[in-house]
C-alpha cells in the first residue's frame, strides 16, 4: 500500500525556517518525482514545486511565489523528499501536501497524496 | 486567480447528473493533459480522473472527463450524497513550467 507521510509542520515566525519531510513506503520511492502543493486555509490548491527522479537527475522546479525561498530535496536511501522553506512569509500560511507523481505516456498526474501538514506563519 | 477557471459552486439532486467545466488556455489545457481531483471535507486531495478521462483504479463509473481545445469537463453521473466535496482541475502548464490547479468547484448534493 502506497504512503505519504508528512511531518514538520508547525508555527514559526515571519522572516523565520521549517522544513518538511515526507516519508514514501509502500513503492519503490527512487523512481518516482515528488511534487509539493498547498493549500491556505478555506482556499484552494497552489502547485509548490517538484523534485525528478535521478534518472532524470533529481531536476528541481518551483513555483513563482516560492522560487528562491524554497528547496525541494530528497534522499532516495531513506525514502524521504523534503522542503525547505526559508524566509517564510504569512501568505505561506498553508497545508502542505506532498504527492507521488506517475506518468502515462506523455502526461502526469499526482496519484498519491499525503495527508498534510500545517505551517502556521505567525507572529 | 487561479490560471485555470472553474465555477466556484455547483448543485444537483441525488440521482441526476452534473457537469463541472475547466477552462483554461493553449500553454496548459490546449497542450496538456487534465486530471481531476476530489477533496472530501477534511480530507487529503484525490485523483479522480488523470489524462483527461481515464479513471483510476477504484473510481465509480459515474465520474467521467473530457476535454476539448483548451477546455475540460468532469461530469458526475447518479449523483449521491457522498459526492459532496471540492472538486479541482489541473494542467501542467508548459509556461509556467508548473502545475495549474483550478480554483475549485464546492459540489452540493440537495
Known amino acids: 500500500e502506497v504512503q505519504l507521510v508528512e511531518s514538520g509542520g508547525g508555527l514559526v515566525q515571519p522572516g523565520g525556517s521549517l522544513k518538511l519531510s515526507c516519508a514514501a513506503s509502500g513503492f519503490t520511492f527512487s523512481d518516482f518525482a515528488m511534487h509539493w502543493v498547498r493549500q491556505a486555509p478555506g482556499k484552494g490548491l497552489e502547485w509548490v514545486g517538484r523534485?525528478?527522479?535521478?534518472?532524470?537527475?533529481?531536476?528541481?522546479t518551483y513555483a513563482a511565489p516560492v522560487k528562491g525561498r524554497f528547496t525541494i530535496s530528497r534522499d532516495d536511501s531513506k525514502n524521504t523528499a523534503y522542503l525547505q522553506m526559508n524566509s517564510l512569509k504569512t501568505e505561506d500560511t498553508a497545508v502542505y501536501y506532498c504527492t507521488r507523481r506517475d506518468c502515462s505516456g506523455d502526461y502526469c498526474y499526482s496519484d498519491f497524496w499525503g495527508q498534510g501538514t500545517l505551517v502556521t506563519v505567525s507572529s | 486567480q487561479s490560471v485555470l477557471t472553474q465555477p466556484p459552486s455547483a448543485s444537483e439532486t441525488p440521482g441526476q447528473r452534473v457537469t463541472i467545466s475547466c477552462s483554461g488556455s493553449s500553454s496548459n489545457i490546449g497542450s496538456n493533459a487534465v486530471n481531476w481531483y476530489q477533496q472530501l471535507p477534511g480530507t487529503a486531495p484525490k485523483l479522480l480522473i488523470y489524462?483527461?478521462?481515464q479513471r483510476p483504479s477504484g473510481v465509480p463509473d459515474r465520474f467521467s472527463g473530457s476535454k476539448s481545445g483548451t477546455s475540460a469537463s468532469l461530469a458526475i453521473s447518479g449523483l449521491q450524497s457522498e459526492d459532496e466535496a471540492d472538486y479541482y482541475c489541473a494542467a501542467w502548464d508548459d509556461s509556467l513550467s508548473g502545475v495549474s490547479f483550478g480554483g475549485g468547484t464546492k459540489l452540493t448534493v440537495l
Open positions: 523534485i525528478k527522479n535521478k534518472a532524470k537527475n533529481y531536476a528541481t
Open positions: 489524462s483527461n478521462n
